[in-house]
């Protein structure tokens, strides 16, 4: 059984920065993707940054340029997708979810609530 443990959320000033980290443990094999979505209250939950296990990236428009995925496979039996956030906007505030996806199955963070003010 897979096992996430998020850390990293937090409240920020519009313009400041942000680094959410996901560790992931528990697979004996390496993820295939992992990535982070965010859910705003009213909306439905949409993908932020994906990285694959050959380090391909996939961004959502909205924050290409500003947000940066990366990942450490294999360090101690564990791998972490980090996501690091700059020139926050308060429409960033949401509830930011990890997502590790391991041999065709999908596992979820409980998710860290990130709060940006004006």
């Known amino acids: 059984q897979v096992q996430l443990v998020e850390s990293g959320g937090g409240l920020v000033q519009a313009g400041g920065s942000l680094r959410l980290s996901c560790a992931a443990s528990g697979s004996f094999f390496s993820p295939n993707a992992m990535g982070w979505y965010r859910q705003a209250p009213g909306k439905q939950r949409e993908l932020v940054a994906s990285?694959?296990?050959?380090?391909?990236?996939?961004?959502?428009d909205s924050v290409k340029g500003r947000f940066t995925i990366s990942r450490i496979s294999r360090d101690n039996a564990k791998d972490t997708v980090d996501l690091q956030m700059n020139s926050l906007k308060p429409e960033d505030t949401a509830v930011y979810y990890c997502?590790?996806?391991?041999?065709?199955?999908?596992?979820w963070g409980k998710g860290t609530l990130v709060t940006v003010s004006s």
């Open positions: 990285i694959t296990s050959s380090t391909a990236t996939n961004y959502a």
């Open positions: 997502l590790v996806k391991v041999l065709g199955k999908d596992y």
